[in-house]
């Protein structure tokens, strides 16, 4: 059974950071390549950075490039979100989420993910 888990998450006030941790089981972890995706309150679900399989590409939503970085350790079967320079409209739940096999299409569309982790929320306070 393929579970993502998120932690990191919290209140934090605006120029704040925080790191996210994404674990993997059950599945070949550094076989997949793996997204972030967040949701505020009374919003669709976004896109907010993507990683391929060995690191290698990374991609990114223009609202949080610059100020957030995705890394791996696929020996560790973990991904990370570094989000620097918070900013109240980064509040949102944060959800990790690895790419389903063959998939070939957009890094940020959430069609091309097949499992998801339950969310961990983010909140900036101005």
């Known amino acids: 059974q393929v579970q993502l888990a998120e932690s990191g998450g919290g209140l934090v006030r605006t120029g704040a950071s925080l790191r996210l941790s994404c674990v993997v089981s059950g599945r070949t972890y550094s076989r997949y390549s793996m997204g972030w995706f967040r949701q505020a309150p009374g919003k669709e679900r976004e896109f907010v950075a993507a990683i391929s399989w060995n690191g290698g590409s990374t991609f990114y939503a223009d609202s949080v490039r610059g100020r957030f970085t995705i890394a791996r350790d696929n020996g560790k079967n973990t991904m990370y979100l570094q989000m620097n320079s918070l900013k109240p409209e980064d509040t949102a739940v944060y959800y990790c989420?690895?790419?389903?096999?063959?998939?070939?299409?957009?890094?940020?569309?959430?069609?091309?993910?097949?499992?998801w982790g339950q969310g961990t929320q983010v909140t900036v306070s101005s």
């Open positions: 989420a690895s790419m389903g096999p063959g998939y070939s299409g957009e890094y940020s569309s959430s069609r091309g993910y097949d499992y």
